[in-house]
């Protein structure tokens, strides 16, 4: 049985930090939630998954991260389909933060930020733990919290716990789900710089995102999801249009460029007021 | 304090106790004998020191108190593990192995034995049957509960409700069946006693007890990992199904085994663990070890009690530890839910 099964250290491909679906599908009792979508986040690159409620973006993390068998296609991570990597393996390949942390019980934040090094256990970089877990807490800014018990933090700050544990578990490939959904201003731009600056290390980044200005403003591509299908891949400036995200949002939208860095600024049309 | 100067004063204070109780336990009686002649006693068997004086209070001792003491160690140690065990799976500590029907599948295995008059292990049969009948039933509860491969904990929790009704209902039934005598068997069986305790039953108890035990410490980190959710886990490298199986097994054995010789005793699985998670935290790698002594000292002393708060009389147990264990747990969970906004 596994669960007693030493762990084997393996050595980890780091160079080939990427994770790729192609022509994945999936259907729960008959209704499509994906349609042969492919989109590939490589090495050194942050990648938005953009799109409207329901789009399939976080059935596609899921599918990367292993949750989640595709009916048809396959979900590769460092080039191997997933099933083929153990669940040690893949733990020390890719870390995931899905939408929801919440705790059973009231562990300190040290605690479970520390969880994120159980995959290194009896391995060479079980030595690093300390200092990986110093650095991932810092990341967030969480480093005065570690004493704190979960339970008595505010939401936003359970969350930067969450990310500080997926950042601890130290991965070329980094699944985020909708990272910056709790988060005030400061911190969704600190959660983004952090995701950035692990692209910068080599690693590879995909991000899902609802503030598209976020993901233009981040992102080196965007994937933009649209009832289960992509509708569009590319670099943030040629891929988030006004024609375009009108359509998917079913909503007139604006787009125009910042005027100090350039970059894209998506805004939902707003009538001006009468005066 | 620092966290490891807290768990030590734990360990220590908690270890110091289950001596001290065990000690007191094996004098007081009917027939009381000295606290030093109790320690001399066991210094003598152990190598040290010469017999007791008195035979009568030698063989009291170790036909009568020793079995007892040590049944009661074995199985509140048992139960308090079982129960963190449980907590720990389900993510939940309000989970008890009770909940997933380990207790009133035992209850229905020995009830069943009672009213057949099965003699076909001799005094072990009720035992027999009530450790087979536990197994049994939290095997399909897990069977029941599973669908493609995973279980969810609110659907085990259900199907243990509805296979505990059934038990119930099985109960009523063999109380309907049974004659006079059964029927006094079988209440005082749910009621649960340790009067019963002799040698064989502890030498069967062990190994199990001691499987349980290590089973349950060896899967400690990974439970800390399921605390952050089933999902999470696996992403951290668990696997989760296999994590759940095995500790459900071991849950299985540990306490059918154990209620199969005392019968049914609540609350010690429930109270421990919440207990230990309040004064140390959650981690399982200090709370597994430390349920198993507080377990221990926590029936050990509900056993003094028992025989000793009537004269000429041996209080079932299980009335004892619900009757304080109830109100104590009320307690708990409203002094934890206003301090950390939640249940700890």
């Known amino acids: 049985m596994t669960v007693f099964t030493r762990r084997t250290p393996r050595p980890v491909p780091k160079t080939a930090a990427s994770a790729e679906l192609s022509d994945v599908s999936?259907?729960?009792?008959?209704?499509?939630?994906?349609?042969?979508?492919?989109?590939?986040?490589?090495?050194?690159?942050?990648?938005?998954?953009?799109?409207?409620?329901?789009a399939g973006k976080s059935t596609a993390l899921a599918v990367l991260a292993g949750d989640l068998t595709p009916d048809s296609g396959e979900a590769r991570i460092a080039g191997e389909a997933v099933p083929r990597w153990s669940t040690v393996d893949l733990a020390r390949l890719r870390a995931v933060l899905p939408q929801q942390n919440a705790v059973s019980f009231p562990f300190t934040v040290g605690d479970v930020v520390r969880m994120g090094r159980a995959p290194w256990a009896g391995t060479d970089a079980e030595a690093g733990d300390d200092e990986v877990v110093a650095r991932a807490l810092a990341a967030t800014g969480m480093t005065e919290f570690a004493g704190r018990r979960l339970t008595t933090l505010s939401g936003g700050e359970q969350a930067r716990a969450a990310l500080s544990r997926v950042l601890a578990q130290d991965t070329?490939?980094?699944?985020?789900?909708?990272?910056?959904?709790?988060?005030?201003?400061?911190?969704?731009?600190?959660?983004?710089?952090?995701?950035?600056?692990?692209a910068g290390d080599g690693n590879a980044v995909l991000v899902v995102l609802h503030d598209l200005g976020l993901a233009a403003a981040h992102a080196d591509r965007v994937v933009v999801l649209d009832r289960g299908e992509v509708v569009a891949t590319g670099p943030p400036g040629e891929v988030l249009t006004e024609s375009l995200l009108t359509e998917v949002y079913r909503h007139p939208i604006e787009v125009f460029a910042h005027p100090r860095t350039g970059k894209p600024v998506v805004l939902p049309h707003r009538p001006a007021e009468e005066s | 304090m620092t966290r490891t100067v807290k768990v030590t004063a734990l360990f220590t204070v908690l270890a110091a106790g289950t001596v001290l109780v065990c000690l007191v336990s094996a004098g007081m009686g009917q027939?009381?004998?000295?606290?030093?002649?109790?320690?001399?006693?066991?210094?003598?068997?152990?190598?040290?020191?010469?017999?007791?004086?008195?035979?009568?209070?030698?063989?009291t001792l170790w036909q009568v108190r020793f079995p007892r003491v040590v049944l009661g160690l074995l199985v509140g140690g048992v139960l308090g593990v079982a129960g963190a065990l449980m907590q720990g799976v389900f993510g939940n500590p309000l989970a008890e192995p009770a909940v997933v029907g380990v207790s009133s599948g035992a209850a229905v295995g020995a009830s069943l034995s009672i009213v057949s008059g099965a003699t076909f292990l001799g005094s072990f049969s009720t035992p027999a049957l009530g450790f087979a009948g536990g197994l049994v039933t939290t095997m399909g509860v897990y069977a029941l509960a599973r669908s493609r491969g995973r279980s969810e904990v609110v659907t085990l929790i259900l199907t243990g409700v509805a296979v505990n009704a059934v038990a119930s209902a099985v109960i009523a039934f063999t109380l309907f069946a049974g004659d006079q005598a059964a029927r006094e068997q079988i209440v005082f069986w749910q009621l649960g006693s340790l009067a019963s305790a002799r040698w064989p039953y502890v030498v069967t108890l062990l190994p199990l007890a001691v499987a349980g035990v290590v089973v349950a410490l060896v899967l400690s980190r990974r439970l800390d990992l399921l605390a952050l959710g089933e999902r999470q886990a696996r992403h951290l490298g668990v696997n989760v199904e296999a994590l759940r199986l095995t500790a459900i097994v071991a849950v299985a054995l540990m306490v059918s085994a154990a209620v199969s010789y005392s019968g049914i005793i609540g609350f010690v699985g429930?109270?421990?663990?919440?207990?230990?998670?309040?004064?140390?935290?959650?981690?399982?790698?200090?709370?597994?070890?430390?349920?198993?002594?507080?377990?221990?000292?926590?029936?050990?002393?509900?056993?003094?009690?028992?025989?000793?708060?009537?004269?000429?009389?041996?209080?079932?147990?299980?009335?004892?530890?619900?009757?304080?264990?109830?109100?104590?747990?009320?307690?708990?969970?409203?002094?934890?839910?206003r301090r950390s906004g939640g249940w700890a």
Do not use: Q
């Open chain 1, 172 to 198: 070329g490939v980094l699944l985020l789900d909708e990272p910056t959904a709790a988060l005030d201003l400061r911190h969704t731009e600190d959660v983004l710089r952090i995701a950035s600056a692990r």
């Open chain 2, 31 to 59: 027939y009381d004998i000295d606290l030093g002649d109790v320690a001399g006693s066991v210094l003598h068997r152990l190598g040290l020191g010469s017999p007791l004086a008195d035979p009568f209070a030698e063989s």
């Open chain 2, 270 to 337: 429930l109270i421990v663990p919440h207990g230990i998670r309040m004064l140390v935290g959650p981690g399982h790698r200090v709370l597994i070890p430390a349920s198993l002594l507080a377990g221990a000292l926590l029936l050990s002393a509900a056993d003094l009690a028992a025989r000793t708060l009537f004269d000429y009389a041996d209080l079932p147990i299980g009335i004892l530890t619900a009757i304080v264990g109830g109100p104590f747990f009320f307690w708990l969970l409203l002094r934890t839910r």
């Open chain 1, 26 to 54: 999936f259907a729960v009792s008959g209704k499509s939630l994906l349609r042969k979508v492919s989109f590939e986040v490589r090495s050194g690159e942050v990648l938005a998954l953009v799109g409207p409620n329901g």
